[in-house]
């Protein structure tokens, strides 16, 4: 009888369609997080990225209004960024909820 450590069968599974698109959701939403804080220097109690579902769509939630036009005007940079962190998942459309 032969066994095979847990770690290894957590990671085949975590290789399949279903879980790899959960994973790829968490990395999009903590790349775009990691954007905010690092590149634009703003806490996340201003803007957060809080949802992507698998159709593409990103949601951010805004403190202000004139953060959400920022982001708003540097979309198309925002997007690239994302792709190149997280290639698997693509986004197609983002919304802006302010608080």
């Known amino acids: 009888m032969t066994f095979i450590p847990l770690r290894d069968v957590l990671n085949s ?10 994973l790829q959701e968490q990395e999009v939403i903590k790349w775009a997080n990691k954007y905010f804080q ?4 703003w806490p996340l109690n ?6 992507f579902s698998k159709e593409g769509c ?9 953060i959400s036009s920022e982001l708003r005007l540097e ?11 997280v290639p698997l998942a693509r986004v197609n ?3 802006y909820k302010i608080k």
């Open 38 to 41: 690092e590149n634009k220097k």
């Open 58 to 66: 990103l949601t951010i939630k805004c403190s202000q209004g004139v």
């Open 93 to 95: 459309q983002i919304f």
């Open 75 to 85: 979309e198309s940079n925002f997007k690239k960024y994302l792709a190149e962190k």
């Open 13 to 22: 599974w975590l290789k399949t369609g279903k879980f790899k698109k959960a």
């Open 46 to 51: 201003l803007v957060k990225a809080v949802a």
